[in-house]
């Protein structure tokens, strides 16, 4: 499973790396997996509310500068396509926000 998430993110990982080295403001967004239950990966599954395991990848954007929003696709795969759909959903303001917990 993880080994198709990544090379269904890479494509658009690299476009939006290349963009934002072109553009003064920096990249759109950064791509990053985490395949493992380990680094960053449970504590980014407790805040955005997914089980602590799961057999399946999980595509989710963190938009830390909107004052910590984030989006969960509800795609049981992540394919090429699905990652493109949510980003193009995003860009066009069409996914349901939610909220990052507030830390004190």
């Given at each position: 499973?993880?080994?198709?998430?990544?090379?269904?993110?890479?494509?658009?990982?690299?476009?939006?790396?290349?963009?934002?080295r072109?553009?003064?403001?920096?990249?759109?967004?950064?791509?990053?997996?985490?395949?493992?239950?380990?680094?960053?990966?449970?504590?980014?599954?407790?805040?955005?509310?997914?089980?602590?395991?799961?057999?399946?990848?999980?595509?989710?954007?963190?938009?830390?500068?909107?004052?910590?929003?984030?989006?969960?696709?509800?795609?049981?795969?992540?394919?090429?396509?699905?990652?493109?759909?949510?980003?193009?959903?995003?860009?066009?303001?069409?996914?349901?926000?939610?909220?990052?917990?507030q830390?004190?």
């Amino acid at each position: 499973v993880k080994e198709s998430a990544q090379a269904a993110l890479l494509p658009l990982a690299l476009e939006a790396q290349a963009a934002g080295r072109a553009s003064e403001d920096g990249p759109e967004f950064i791509c990053f997996t985490a395949p493992a239950a380990s680094g960053p990966a449970p504590i980014i599954r407790k805040l955005v509310s997914l089980p602590e395991t799961s057999t399946s990848a999980t595509l989710v954007m963190l938009d830390i500068p909107d004052n910590g929003g984030y989006y969960v696709s509800p795609a049981e795969e992540i394919t090429a396509d699905v990652v493109a759909t949510f980003v193009s959903l995003w860009r066009d303001g069409a996914l349901e926000r939610q909220q990052l917990p507030q830390q004190r």
